[in-house]
């Protein structure tokens, strides 16, 4: 008899929960990592809504001064890219370790 496997939180998109459910299918997870797995499908979550935002109301607007600005889901977007692709390293689906990106710490005197 096989154990059942997690179901994907429902607050996830069908895209979300099919990658999650994917994901727990092909790697064997602790719950640690199930809930690093379910961040990173957020954050997917959240890209593809701040995206779909970005493309209704553009990239900037205009302040009460006229005064192009920003728009905040351009913030939010690439804030949720850098949480997923954290989240995604820290999964280390691969599976092999991925070398140390700093150099070497100096010896103290």
């Known amino acids: 008899m096989t154990a059942r496997l997690p179901r994907p939180p429902s607050y996830l998109s069908a895209t979300a929960r099919a ?9 064997e997870l602790d719950e ?10 957020t954050s997917w979550d959240r890209i593809q809504q701040a995206r779909v935002l ?7 607007f205009k302040d009460r ?7 905040p889901a ?6 949720a890219r850098i949480a997923f692709a ?4 820290e999964l280390d689906l691969e599976g092999s ?3 140390d990106p700093r150099p070497p710490r100096r010896g103290r005197r």
């Open 32 to 41: 640690s990592s199930l809930k690093l797995l379910t961040e990173a499908a």
């Open 97 to 99: 370790p991925l070398p």
């Open 86 to 89: 954290r989240l995604l390293r």
């Open 65 to 71: 001064f006229n005064t192009p600005r920003r728009h």
């Open 19 to 27: 990658w999650w459910s994917g994901v727990v299918r092909d790697y």
């Open 74 to 79: 351009v913030g939010i977007e690439s804030e």
């Open 54 to 60: 970005l493309e209704t109301e553009g990239l900037t």
